[in-house]
């Protein structure tokens, strides 16, 4: 059964670096999403991303964040200036459609600020 | 927006015993309504959903219920397991792109 996929599964950063998150979603999915855990915490929706640009995007998702898509299987978190607040969970998710359609979760990737 | 209250924090029950979950929403446009298991270190995995054209569902020992009036759906665990133990999210979506979840129920079944 196809999976979305996510690398690295963690990753450490001093406060200030910039960190990419990378994802691969399930192929025949149009619709991708990264949401945030912070330990012991509810999963929080950052943005959607469909036809190749941001459909929907939370208030945590500021301009320190953006997606992007470099190529036909890749899905990329970038935070430009880490946060120590930025340490979490990070999960990417992909669905077929968005009405009704099951979202499917990586394994995620932990990151912690230092 | 939406927001998405879920009540218990956390539940101990006895193996064999029932588990209710409940979950509020605001946003009368949702109606899309999945629940989601998440065991330690984990990723969330889907366990059953619930469309707002449907006032129940069941899937084998899971069930969900729906009110649309009352913006209320609740999960059900019946014949618990110690394997049933993990945290509990219930979500809403408006048909849009984005997903709320509930902050979590940790369920503890005691063998």
């Known amino acids: 059964e196809p999976e979305v996929t996510q690398t690295p599964s963690h990753q450490v950063t001093q406060m200030g670096q910039e960190v990419i998150l990378r994802c691969v979603p399930i192929?025949?999915?149009?619709?991708f999403y990264w949401y945030r855990q912070i330990l012991g915490q509810k999963v929080e929706f950052l943005v959607s991303?469909?036809?190749?640009?941001?459909?929907?995007k939370s208030e945590i998702f500021d301009d320190q964040f953006s997606v992007e898509r470099p190529d036909g299987s890749n899905f990329t978190l970038k935070i430009r200036s880490t946060k120590l607040e930025d340490s979490a969970m990070y999960f990417c998710?992909?669905?077929?459609?968005?009405?009704?359609?099951?979202?499917?979760f990586g394994p995620g990737t932990r990151l912690l600020v230092l | 927006g939406e927001n998405v209250e879920q009540h218990p924090s956390t539940l101990s029950v006895q193996e064999g015993d029932s588990a209710v979950i409940k979950c509020t929403y605001s946003?009368?446009?949702?109606?899309?309504f999945p629940w989601y298991k998440q065991e330690l270190g984990k990723r969330p995995q889907l366990i059953i959903d619930?469309?707002?054209?449907?006032g129940e569902k069941k899937d084998q020992r899971i069930a969900v219920t729906l009110n649309k009036t009352a913006k209320h759906f609740s999960l059900h665990i019946t014949e618990t397991q110690p394997e049933d133990s993990a945290v509990y999210f219930c979500?809403?979506?408006?048909?849009?792109?984005?997903?709320?979840f509930g902050a979590g129920t940790r369920l503890f079944v005691k063998a």
């Open positions: 991303f469909y036809n190749n640009e941001i459909s929907e």
């Open positions: 192929s025949n999915h149009l619709y």
């Open positions: 619930i469309r707002s054209n449907v």
């Open positions: 998710a992909s669905s077929r459609g968005v009405t009704g359609e099951t979202q499917y």
């Open positions: 979500a809403a979506n408006t048909g849009g792109f984005k997903t709320i």
């Open positions: 946003d009368s446009a949702s109606n899309y």
